[in-house]
């Protein structure tokens, strides 16, 4: 490497150890989705204080629980063009700031309509800053790490979900449910003050965009020292080298149109499966005979195993990424139709639901790794962040799918039954995807072969 003038980045990347600097943009990435977890469920944990100090129903709180979603999907479809144009470090600022301000504004509604509207302009921001975040991580990723590492940044926002309501049941007693959203603002406005100093732009996207080698080389040489020597840089991507174009006319175009399909119909269905049970689960339980209390504990195990996510990276990059999760979502349909077959044995409900939930959730936050090892740079950001948009659609059809079955007196197998058909179709979303681009399969493999080649060597000439 002393000698280089011209330096590929990614295979800059690829062959040096992970290091401190990249580690710290891991923390400052999760972190941003742990915040972005918080805040997307903190609305769920003061529902409750809402109805009682404002004395409002449960359907009039439809529209506050509703509006960050419609944000979240807007903010992720708008955020992904942006930041293949202009880059990640600006979008993602730009986003964190929005769900701060709007987070911290919401604390001081004083009706449901203006709580509706500050929740959207909430969504906005943590829609647009979740791809984003993804993206970036990705991009500083060695290829043979991608997915596991990418996976366990995502995983923050189950943990940031569930932190949060261990902190929102401490808080709303002691401090009012206003501090739940005070806090969901200042924190993220804290570490927007460490990402405007120390986050950078993608290496990678620099790159693409052929910014000054001055910048690129700032960047490369905190990974190592030994890039100081190069004099230009330049990324070699395997895939799309004829594509022109960037953003959402790469992501639609025809040799990613059918890839990009099946990952928005593969993610669209998971989040149907999953807003659908998280919202309606310990009710059907209840009707089924347990006990309030029963069912709520018994339904809080659904959520808990998002972090199954970083062994399912593990085995993404060592193996098929799009056949590891279709077996996620297959194990998925398989044990949500089960839950609809034990009801009456609270011992079983409890293993089967949380074997549910662990399938659900490691297959879906595998997605955006997924999707970011799909698309090249110039529509990386694109295609991930139009993913996860639409598929929050999903979520919206989920919230309304099992009231539409109970109106139809549907039996409690039955709702299991029907809620188990998007899993299938997730995993046959998958198996197709991988039948129009077996060729992803393969440039994973020769790039991965090539990362460990470039370490093996690089550790045998420093001994």
């Not at 690829?14 to 999760?30: D, E, T, V």
């Not at 099946?262 to 499966?273: D, N, P, S």
């Not at 059907?284 to 347990?290: E, I, Q, T, W």
């Not at 339904?299 to 990276?313: E, K, M, R, S, V």
Request: aromatic share 12%.
């Amino acid at each position: 490497m002393s000698k280089a003038e011209d330096v590929d980045v990614q295979s800059f990347i690829n062959q040096h150890p992970f290091s401190g600097f990249q580690w710290f943009i891991f923390a400052l990435c999760f972190l941003i989705v742990m915040l972005d977890g918080f805040d997307t469920a903190a609305i769920g944990y003061i529902a409750p204080s809402l109805i009682q100090e404002w004395g409002v129903t449960k359907p009039a709180l439809a529209p506050v629980l509703s509006a960050a979603l419609f944000g979240l999907a807007a903010g992720a479809l708008a955020s992904g063009p942006l930041a293949d144009r202009f880059g990640r470090r600006l979008v993602l600022n730009a986003s964190v700031l929005v769900f701060a301000v709007a987070c911290f504004a919401s604390s001081f509604a004083s009706d449901l309509q203006a709580l509706t509207v500050l929740r959207f302009m909430t969504g906005l921001g943590l829609g647009a800053a979740m791809p984003n975040a993804v993206t970036l991580i990705s991009e500083y990723c060695p290829a043979k790490r991608r997915a596991l590492i990418t996976n366990a940044m995502f995983s923050g926002f189950p943990l940031g979900a569930a932190f949060g309501g261990f902190l929102a049941a401490w808080m709303i007693p002691q401090f009012g449910w206003r501090s739940v959203l005070q806090l969901g603002g200042v924190a993220p406005a804290v570490l927007l003050v460490l990402m405007l100093v120390w986050l950078p732009e993608s290496v990678r996207y620099m790159a693409t965009k052929g910014l000054s080698p001055e910048r690129i080389r700032a960047v490369l040489v905190r990974i190592s020292a030994t890039a100081a020597s190069a004099r230009s840089f330049h990324l070699a991507e395997l895939k799309s080298a004829n594509v022109q174009g960037s953003g959402l006319g790469l992501v639609l175009s025809r040799p990613y149109i059918a890839g990009s399909l099946m990952l928005w119909l593969a993610y669209f269905m998971g989040l149907v499966i999953f807003y659908a049970l998280i919202n309606w689960m310990p009710i059907l339980f209840k009707d089924a005979g347990l006990e309030p209390k029963t069912a709520t504990l018994v339904a809080a195990l659904f959520p808990l195993g998002g972090c199954g996510a970083i062994f399912f990276g593990w085995l993404m990059d060592r193996f098929n990424g799009n056949r590891i999760i279709a077996v996620g979502y297959a194990l998925t349909a398989v044990s949500i139709w089960a839950i609809g077959q034990v009801a009456g044995n609270v011992g079983a409900l409890m293993v089967v639901v949380f074997v549910a939930g662990t399938a659900m959730n490691t297959a879906q936050v595998s997605m955006p790794a997924l999707a970011a090892g799909f698309y090249p740079t110039q529509g990386r950001a694109t295609g991930v962040a139009w993913m996860l948009g639409i598929g929050r659609f999903g979520g919206i059809a989920g919230s309304f799918l099992v009231a539409e079955l109970a109106r139809q007196k549907l039996g409690f197998s039955e709702v299991f039954t029907v809620v188990a058909i998007p899993a299938v179709i997730a995993t046959l979303a998958l198996i197709l995807k991988q039948r129009a681009h077996p060729e992803t399969a393969r440039e994973h493999r020769v790039t991965t072969a090539e990362a460990h080649l470039h370490y093996q060597e690089e550790q045998a000439a420093a001994h």
